[in-house]
């Protein structure tokens, strides 16, 4: 089990939220991203079963495909000068 502060590169572990056969689940924070992730740590029998390994990945594929039911939400991360003068001049 991983201690809370841990770092997995981009990744800070908060708490446990589950654990399973296939791993164990953690909140964590995304720093690069800076939002919150459910992070899913594989023991090595998963990693070095490839019927396993494949299934983990066709499960995460199937929860990161898009829902249509849930809106999709947009940030705009950068907007050039001439972008932001031209909206003040148009409103």
């Known amino acids: 089990m991983l201690k809370e502060g841990t770092r997995l590169g981009r990744y800070e572990i908060r708490s446990l939220l589950g654990a399973s056969g296939m791993g164990e689940v953690y909140l964590a924070r995304d720093k690069q991203l800076d939002r919150t992730v459910a992070l899913k ?13 494949r299934r ?16 999709v939400r947009e940030k705009l991360t950068r907007r050039s000068p001439s972008r932001r003068t031209a909206a003040r001049r148009n409103s």
């Open 41 to 53: 740590i594989l023991p090595a029998e998963v990693v070095s079963n490839q019927e396993r390994l």
């Open 56 to 71: 983990f990945v066709r499960e995460a594929k199937a929860a990161a495909a898009p829902d249509p039911s849930r809106p």
